[in-house]
């Protein structure tokens, strides 16, 4: 057994959970040296029960991990463990972050840049524009947009990435072999074309209350900020919004009508100190804002979120105006690429064009 494998093993255990796998791994110095522990090995640790050694001694033989991963495969599917380099630092952060997750797609080092997107399941016409809207143009930014997957603002979220052939991550509360809600299978296979679909839970564990706020937690570790689109008193939304809040995030509230109750929670957060955005520029200026410009030649850290010929392009055009010929020389980008990037740059409003060729930064 290797040590995925091991760890999935280890997962898969009723009630065992991240914090003592992590101090079993500690202890007995991998995941695999855990398993071939005695049962009084492992009851001598703190937090393992007799019956919890008894669990991990019957796991030892790797036969559910086995399964569980040959269904995951099937899949094409794939673990993102935590110490796999892609997995985000800023979700290691969480005293309980998962040692693991199910995740059909890909994960980028790029996807560290996320912000997370959420709000009501039983949106308003109004609120899942505002998400689609923020969603694009976030995602043209170089954000990776991460969501639930869930019926409303949601699924409107993943859309708008979608539609600006943007990066978006769904992490859902159920298992990848219980995809919910059913009616955004379509949308899963799209957002894996484009991201990914992560999942904590078991393959074949189907979705309930208990399962949703640990989603949750994951949604706001792994991004670095936080926009609540549209939220009733009780929304989940707010949950997410306040486990951000304890991590250290910013959250970003979008206002909406006073005498609609599916504003209600939104317009508190405003008034308990979220940001009001009312255009996705008020979170990308903020950004710029925290994290300059490094120096003459430097670019801010909105700059690397972009694709690496992106980069360059706002590199070689820090000094000033350029023709496309000497943007060729500068960068050792081919023409055809120089030109791509350029047009997508100035859809991302970040250089214009001007007479003859010749560009400049916006």
């Known amino acids: 057994m290797n040590e995925d494998l091991a760890l999935l093993a280890l997962h898969l255990i009723p009630n065992l959970g991240p914090v003592r796998i992590r101090r079993l791994r500690e202890h007995f110095g991998s995941a695999e040296s855990a398993l071939r522990a005695s049962s009084a090995e492992l009851s001598r640790l703190q937090g393992i029960s007799n019956e919890l050694a008894i ?80 969603s694009y143009r976030l995602s043209t930014a170089g954000l990776t947009v991460i969501s639930g997957l869930a019926r409303g603002i949601d699924t409107a979220a993943h859309q708008g990435s979608l539609a600006a052939k943007g990066r978006t991550i769904a992490v859902i509360g159920s298992g990848l072999g219980q995809l919910y809600p059913p009616e955004n299978a379509t949308l899963a296979v799209r957002i894996a074309q484009q991201g990914a679909v992560l999942s904590e839970f078991p393959f074949d564990s189907p979705p309930n209350p208990q399962t949703f706020p640990y989603r949750n937690r994951i ?12 939220a009733g008193e009780k929304s989940g939304a707010l949950i997410t919004a306040n486990l951000a809040l304890e991590q250290g995030r910013q959250v970003y509230a979008i206002p909406g009508p006073i005498d609609r109750a599916s504003s ?10 979220a940001k009001l955005v009312t255009c996705a520029e008020d979170i990308l200026d903020e ?76």
């Open 55 to 134: 669990s991990i001694r019957n796991a030892s033989s790797g036969e559910q991990a086995e399964r569980e991963m040959g269904q995951l495969s099937y899949l094409g599917g794939w673990l993102l463990t935590d110490e796999n380099p892609l997995y985000p630092q800023a979700l290691r952060q969480l005293h309980n972050a998962p040692v693991l997750l199910q995740a059909l797609g890909t994960v980028l080092e790029g996807d560290r840049h996320a912000i997370g997107i959420v709000g009501s399941r039983q949106s308003t016409f109004y609120g899942s524009e505002c998400a689609k809207r923020f």
């Open 219 to 230: 949604v706001a570790g792994w991004s670095a900020d936080l926009l609540v689109v549209e």
């Open 264 to 273: 209600a929670g939104t317009n508190r957060l405003i008034q308990q100190g």
């Open 287 to 362: 950004l710029q804002e925290l994290f300059p410009h490094a120096g003459t030649h430097g670019a801010s850290v909105a700059a690397t979120m972009l694709p690496p010929e992106e980069c360059l392009l706002l590199e070689a055009l820090a000094a000033g105006e350029k023709a496309v010929d000497d943007l060729v020389d500068v960068t050792g980008l081919s023409a055809a690429q120089v030109s791509s990037a350029l047009l997508s740059l100035e859809l991302k409003r970040r250089v214009k064009p001007l007479a003859g060729q010749w560009w400049v930064r916006a």
